[in-house]
């Protein structure tokens, strides 16, 4: 089964709303869609409004995602953003579960699970991120730590959903450090949650439809061979993903 290449730049904690329309309309001079190209930005909550209005007003064939959401859908919580709050804002894709929001925040996997259920409720588009630390990785665990990640975060989720999941892996230790994961050990660590969904659900035609993605410093002279890898659909980007010329080779490297 074929799957369209993923590109989402996450902005992170990154860009006002004056620069993010900046940017789209870096990547709107040059990126005008492609067939076999999926290309999704996720701003900050605060500039969402102004890229959505940028995307629809010049017709841009990019999607748009958040960074986090809360699981509720309305009620006190102050200071958090719903699924249907996203909804209403244009957003389609969510990112869940990132290693920083692991990490600086607290969340473990019930509540990246509790979040994911609550975004395909709401017919929002999860990317649930896992990722092992660089001692996980020295420790030779890598794959049972990410397996763990992947069933506690799917749990509950029904198969009919699983057309709607993204899997980003993105290994803590290669995040904003400029040290890429080999395209064998991205690949290796992507074909396990392929066959972790396979065993999971117990349908071939589920894993094989599902888009894993790869995260960790990929930039414009990465990306081609990272892309090249069978089991990798794509890219989860960081600090490259900021600037319209260090995002649109990432892009021109998934269109080749
Ligand atoms: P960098 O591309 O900056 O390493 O960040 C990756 C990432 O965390 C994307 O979610």
Redesign the pocket.
């Known amino acids: 089964m074929s799957r369209k290449l993923l590109v989402?730049g996450?902005w992170?904690m990154n860009l006002t709303a004056a620069q993010g329309v900046q940017l789209m309309q870096g990547l709107d001079d040059f990126f005008r869609g492609s067939d076999n190209v999926e290309v999704v930005v996720a701003p900050p909550f605060t500039a969402i409004h102004s890229v959505a209005t940028v995307i629809d007003f010049d017709k841009m064939r990019i999607g748009l995602g958040a960074q986090n959401m809360y699981w509720e859908d309305v009620g006190a919580y102050t200071g958090e953003i719903s699924p249907t709050m996203l909804k209403a804002a244009r957003v389609n894709y969510v990112?869940l579960g990132?290693?920083?929001r692991r990490e600086y925040f607290d969340e473990d996997d019930v509540v990246v699970s509790k979040k994911l259920r609550a975004a395909l409720k709401n017919d929002l588009l999860p990317i649930l991120?896992c990722g092992e630390s660089l001692e996980v990785r020295e420790d030779e665990e890598t794959l049972e730590y990410i397996e763990e990640q992947i069933r506690a975060g799917l749990k509950g989720v029904n198969v009919t959903d699983m057309s709607k999941v993204t899997i980003?892996y993105?290994p803590i230790w290669?995040?904003?450090?400029?040290k890429?994961a080999t395209p064998r050990m991205a690949e290796e660590v992507c074909a396990h949650i392929r066959h972790v969904i396979d065993d999971m659900f117990g349908l071939e035609s589920v894993a094989a439809q599902t888009r894993i993605l790869y995260?960790?410093?990929?930039?414009g002279d990465n990306a081609e061979l990272i892309f090249a890898e069978p089991n990798i659909d794509g890219a989860?980007?960081?600090?490259?993903?900021i600037s319209a010329d260090s995002f649109i080779p990432i892009i021109a490297a998934a269109m080749r």
């Open positions: 989402v996450n992170k990112i990132h290693s920083e991120c980003a993105e290669a995040i904003g450090t400029g890429v995260g960790g410093s990929v930039k989860l980007v960081g600090g490259a993903a």
